[in-house]
């Protein structure tokens, strides 16, 4: 088992659960209750990770981080770093392949809550903070579950867009499926084993979970 | 009645689409004020413009002399800024909150060691005491509809919204819903807008009446008014018979009957046993397929109730058979529906002298 290639994987899939959640929540609140002059458009490219090829989102991805592109310069001088082959560009990679994931349960969740509850919370006297802190989370919070288990396991195990990024270097973009692959590679069996079985554990949990959180009932939150 | 009044509830609404809208009423506090019409005429876009889900290109809405839209001037509060109380017609109860927990969620302007107080007296008014802990989905049809008026009371509100509030209950809790709120709008004080397309709410319940048709107000003044006048469109709710609601005072009590006298003007009436002292207000509706004429006084009948009448209009009804009899009890009136043939053998025509036998009074206690 490399023990660095799994601590980098968990504190890249905790990074971008934390940056994530919160931006989907605002995105998906938008696209259910308020659709917009494009907001078609916006769903549209929400689902775009989903079907393109890995590869395609990389090239892209490596192509706007890159130092030879305007924007991969302008990244770099915001980060004091090139993006491109380190954690903090895999972190920005991470979170543009994982916003299918974390938006699209939010925003079911929320667009199940009938309006008409909505507009209750809104004549009782709340607010928008309080409407979302007494109404909308509480209620649909199994939608925000499955988007952090979703987002958690899917970056744990990406592949094909790391590596295009972050390439592989140990301790900084050498992510346990990373390590896996290299690990095949260098007929280390074992190794490849134990952390395939590793991220095997952690995709049925995460599956489990997303699936009784899907089905269970609203209740007291 | 175009001139609002300054306590108490006035809106204009006006726009040409999506949803066209040319209405102005004006609600009085302690009173309730029926917004009547057929589905799709846009009662519940007017009520949810009073509170502020929805603003019609045109809007002025004025509460107790505080300004909450006023679109002319660019000022329109949101929802959570009008001290408003809408009881939905699907209730809309919060799912994941148990009834101590929907009522505590609209009693933000409420100091906070003083809400469990305000529940529990809320909860006494709407008899469920015995409910606090119990969430929506385990409470039946009448009692979640009562959550819904105490949430709604839970705002102290400055004007209490109810839309269709008796559609989904079935008939024996409708009577007792009706008879509650009858006596609560009174304690409250605040102007009560109801929308309803079922004329028994209007009649049983309302003092005033906005008629609304495809988004125009058609009619418009006291209940009793225009209900005999028969100004307003009954072909609703399956209702094809024109009614009188007539505004009523019990005037004597016979125990040993089991009986009350009710009078509205000089049209005093025997009916059921009510408990409520002399001089209590009740409101009175007679269908016009309750009220059978007769030109000499018959004999050996069953029924309490024959009072002289003269009848002041003969009119066409929906049914082309039958006729709609407008009489007047001195200056109380009554109408009759009776069949073109009954109308030519009678020889009924104004002026005439007739008895009318009133076979069923419905009557609401408002005490």
């Excluded at chain 2, 839970?154 to 109810?162: I, K, M, N, S």
Aim: some cysteine; proline content about 6%; charged content about 20%.
């Amino acid at each position: 088992m490399d023990w660095i290639a799994l601590r980098l994987s968990l504190e890249l899939a905790a990074i971008t659960v934390v940056v994530l959640l919160p931006l989907a929540f605002a995105l998906a609140r938008l696209l259910a209750y308020r659709p917009f002059p494009g907001s078609g458009f916006v769903e549209a490219a929400v689902a775009l990770p989903l079907v393109l090829p890995p590869t395609v989102v990389g090239f892209y991805l490596l192509t706007l981080l890159g130092a030879q592109s305007v924007s991969g310069r302008a990244l770099a001088a915001v980060f004091g770093e090139p993006l491109a082959f380190s954690f903090t560009g895999l972190v920005v990679a991470s979170l543009i392949v994982n916003v299918p994931f974390a938006v699209q349960p939010i925003k079911n969740a929320l667009a199940a809550i009938p309006p008409n509850v909505r507009d209750a919370a809104r004549v009782s006297g709340m607010g928008t903070w309080r409407s979302i802190r007494r109404v909308e989370l509480p209620l649909a919070w199994p939608g925000l579950l499955t988007a952090f288990v979703l987002t958690f396991a899917h970056t744990l195990g990406e592949f094909g867009v790391v590596l295009m990024v972050g390439g592989a270097i140990p301790g900084e973009t050498r992510t346990i499926s990373i390590a896996i692959y290299d690990r095949v590679q260098a007929f280390d069996e074992r190794a490849a084993g134990a952390m395939a079985l590793f991220l095997l554990v952690v995709s049925v949990v995460a599956l489990g979970i997303a699936h009784s959180a899907g089905r269970r009932a609203p209740r007291r939150g | 009645m175009a001139e609002p009044v300054a306590r108490g509830l006035a809106v204009r609404l006006r726009q040409a689409g999506p949803i066209p809208l040319d209405v102005e009423l004006a609600a009085a506090p302690g009173a309730i004020t029926a917004l009547f019409g057929p589905s799709g005429a846009g009662k519940s876009t007017v009520l949810r413009s009073i509170a502020g889900l929805y603003t019609p290109a045109e809007t002025f809405v004025r509460c107790n002399g505080e300004v909450w839209a006023d679109t002319a001037a660019g000022r329109v509060l949101p929802p959570h800024r009008r001290s408003v109380g809408l009881v939905f017609q699907d209730y809309a109860l919060f799912p994941h909150l148990d009834v101590r927990g929907q009522l505590l969620a609209a009693m933000s302007h409420v100091p906070r060691r003083a809400r469990e107080r305000r529940v529990a007296e809320l909860l006494a008014l709407v008899h469920l005491e015995e409910y606090a802990e119990r969430l929506p989905a385990a409470l039946s049809g009448g009692q979640q509809q009562r959550v819904a008026i105490a949430r709604a009371l839970a705002r102290d509100p400055a004007v209490l919204l109810l839309d269709e509030p008796f559609a989904s209950v079935d008939r024996a809790l409708r009577d007792a819903l009706q008879h509650e709120l009858a006596v609560l709008h009174r304690a409250l004080g605040v102007p009560v807008v109801l929308v309803t397309h079922d004329f028994e709410d209007v009649a049983r319940l309302a003092a005033e009446v906005v008629v609304l048709e495809a988004g125009r107000v058609t009619a418009k003044g006291s209940v009793a008014e225009l209900t005999a006048a028969g100004s307003l469109p009954f072909g609703l709710a399956g209702k094809r018979e024109p009614a009188v609601a007539l505004d009523a005072e019990v005037a004597a009590q016979h125990p040993e009957r089991q009986l009350t006298t009710v009078a509205a003007g000089a049209l005093a009436l025997l009916v059921p046993a009510i408990a409520a002292p002399l001089g209590a207000r009740v409101r009175l509706t007679i269908s016009s397929r309750e009220v059978i004429l007769a030109t000499e006084r018959p004999r050996g009948l069953s029924l309490h109730n024959i009072v002289a009448a003269r009848v002041a209009e003969i009119r066409d009804a929906a049914q082309p058979e039958l006729r709609v009899v407008r009489l007047a009890v001195e200056g109380t009136p009554l109408l009759a529906l009776v069949t073109a043939d009954a109308v030519r053998n009678l020889g009924l025509a104004p002026g005439r002298e007739v008895l009318a036998l009133i076979k069923a009074v419905a009557v609401e206690a408002f005490a």
